[in-house]
């Protein structure tokens, strides 16, 4: 039981003896577990990691550095940005029809918008690409709000985001279709609908019709990334933009963060225990020593969720050759722990879209599943559970250069019954 005692320490262990003496009629035995849930009253203190620093302050950062660091030489660019990035009124929107798709994006009067899409193309040299030649485009136009974010998942800054600009110029390939599929507009974009982009890879579209919603217009997504009800089907002199409120990720590409898996979850107060017992097990090892072009999905449960599961399942006591031959019905806390590792980088736009499969892989080879409570209400917030443990609302997802970590709230058990689908 050394790894239970690495997770819960000795006062957890203790704690869970007495627990046994006086809720399970005996003694804590080795490699099983009573089934009764400890009284809300009781408790230990479980030792974790010290909290991660400070985290960036994005609002005073965005205000501060977006527009001094010029990458464009343009001389009528704001100095201060909003806190709140707001879109223009009906009366203050400058012309489109008479902009090529270039002179659109990288018009000054819009840098509130989409200022930082404009000096991503300008780093990467694309803008050329953008011209008033003959070829109808269609470019998906990343908001300001979206590369924050995006910054946010990566733990970064502007500056350490441009410094990868291969990276950066891939993805925003990813963002404009190819010529020979013309100027496509939402009309165009049915549910299912694909569409092949600059960088080789697909696009994959939905549209859903939203209750009660005071528009006609239909919400659309594409990679689960929302396109703009009102900023969409643009029109241009060579073709057409709609505006994007997250940043379209190609899967083929490692993302450009010094983060890992490991880094993450051992920063994380919240998450100490399923740390420790990463540290108790060989998957530690076997994270580190993975290929970073391979990523992974971790789902990784809470403190909450841990100390739940220890009361209730067997399988955290079962830690040795002996335990799991005394319980053969029962997996052991390796077994469980590898079941929240899944092949592949999910985000939760990729666990939230109707391309996903039900069921994603995981890397001992069996299935998880993935299901979704959309509201039709406009507004609310979508609900994603894996095998019924929910994503832990607020929590949100931490992209790594070798995968992406998502929070859930509760422990994912390797038989799973998903007979009732």
């Known amino acids: 039981m050394n790894t239970i005692t690495l997770v819960i320490g000795e006062q957890g262990v203790n704690f869970f003896r007495e627990f046994a003496k006086t809720n399970c009629s005996g003694a804590l035995i080795e490699g099983r577990a009573c089934t009764t849930t400890p009284p809300a009253t009781q408790h230990w203190n479980v030792t974790a990691p010290p909290a991660s620093t400070t985290p960036i302050n994005y609002n005073q950062h965005r205000e501060q550095t977006l527009y001094e660091s010029d990458v464009r030489g343009s001389s009528t660019r704001p100095t201060k940005q909003q806190t709140t990035l707001r879109f223009f009124g009906d009366g203050a929107r400058p012309s489109a029809a008479s902009q090529s798709v270039a002179e659109y994006v990288f018009d000054p009067r ?166 420790n017992a990463l540290r108790g097990t060989a998957l530690m090892e076997r994270l580190e020593q993975r290929d970073f072009e391979e990523p992974l999905t971790i789902f990784a449960p809470n403190n909450d969720a841990f100390i739940r599961f220890i009361s209730m399942y067997p399988a955290f006591y079962i830690d040795t050759f002996e335990e799991r031959w005394a319980n053969p019905d029962s997996p052991t806390l390796y077994e469980t722990l590898m079941y929240h590792v899944v092949l592949g980088r999910f985000l939760t736009t990729d666990l939230s879209a109707s391309q996903t499969p039900d069921a994603l892989m995981t890397d001992l080879g069996q299935r998880v599943f993935v299901e979704t409570h959309r509201s039709t209400n406009v507004g609310r917030s979508l609900s994603i559970f894996v095998n019924g443990c929910e994503l832990v609302a607020g929590a949100g997802e931490a992209l790594t250069a070798d995968g992406v970590v998502h929070q859930i709230d509760c422990v994912l058990v390797p038989d799973f019954d998903d007979s009732m689908r």
């Open 110 to 275: 819009r840098d509130n918008e989409i200022g930082f899409t404009a000096d991503a193309l300008a780093l990467t040299g694309l803008r050329n690409t953008l011209g008033t030649d003959n070829q109808a485009l269609t470019i998906f136009v990343p908001v300001n709000n979206a590369w924050y974010t995006l910054l946010i998942l990566f733990s970064s800054t502007k500056a350490e985001l441009f410094d990868d600009d291969d990276w950066v110029k891939e993805t925003l390939r990813y963002h404009v279709v190819a010529a020979t599929e013309g100027a496509v507009r939402t009309q165009s974009m049915e549910f299912g609908t694909k569409l092949y982009t600059t960088s080789g890879a697909a696009l994959h579209f939905e549209k859903f019709y939203e209750r009660r919603s005071r528009t006609s217009s239909p919400a659309i997504r594409v990679n689960g990334c929302s396109i703009h009800p009102t900023h969409r089907d643009i029109e241009v002199q060579n073709g057409v933009v709609h505006y994007i409120d997250c940043v379209l990720l190609p899967k083929q590409l490692m993302l450009p963060t010094r983060r890992t898996l490991i880094s993450y979850i051992s920063s994380r107060a919240e998450l100490s225990m399923f740390y």
